[in-house]
């Protein structure tokens, strides 16, 4: 099934200028960008983004580290999207994530490891109406 997933390059990565090299690997894996933006949150935007995670230890320190600096925020659209960019990010900690990840590459620690990507179908469909309206990424 062709289907979209919310992507994120996180503030660490801008700020390491891996914008151009993370967004060739989401092509060359077959993951075309539909929709791109670069934005900046606000922590209460970061928290709005993260809230599923709002009981964990780390829900602070994530948005604080999201609300940093600039991200880019894409769209991405294959067949199984959502699976396909998982498995091209590779595990949350950059040091457990298999060899040829973007994590494994360019993450540093657990928490700035890089990049976002949805987990579900469900999520998707929110992640992506959060930062996208339906003119911004339009259908092919
Ligand atoms: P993923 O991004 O792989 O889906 P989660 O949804 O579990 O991972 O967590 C969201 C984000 O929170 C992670 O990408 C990472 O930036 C941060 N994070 C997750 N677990 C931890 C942790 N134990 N300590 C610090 N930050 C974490
Ligand atoms: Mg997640």
């Known amino acids: 099934m062709v289907e979209r997933t919310l992507a994120i390059i996180k503030p660490d990565a ?24 670069m934005v900046r949150l606000t922590k209460a935007q970061a928290e709005g983004f993260y809230y599923v995670h709002k ?9 604080s580290f999201m609300s940093s600096g600039p991200i880019v925020v894409l769209a991405l659209e294959s ?16 040091a457990k994530a298999a060899a040829g ?4 590459a360019y993450g540093t620690h657990i928490e700035h490891n890089a990049v976002h990507g949805s987990d579900s179908a469900e999520s998707a469909q929110f992640e992506l109406a959060y930062f996208f309206s339906a003119l911004e990424s339009p259908q092919r």
Do not use: W
């Open 55 to 63: 009981q964990r230890p780390f829900f602070d320190s994530l948005c």
């Open 14 to 37: 801008v700020s390491h200028h891996l914008v151009g090299a993370i967004i060739q690997r989401y092509e060359q894996a077959g993951l075309v960008p539909v929709a791109v933006k």
């Open 101 to 104: 990840t973007i994590r494994k």
């Open 79 to 94: 067949e199984n999207a959502i699976q396909r960019y998982r498995d091209l990010m590779g595990a949350t900690d950059p």
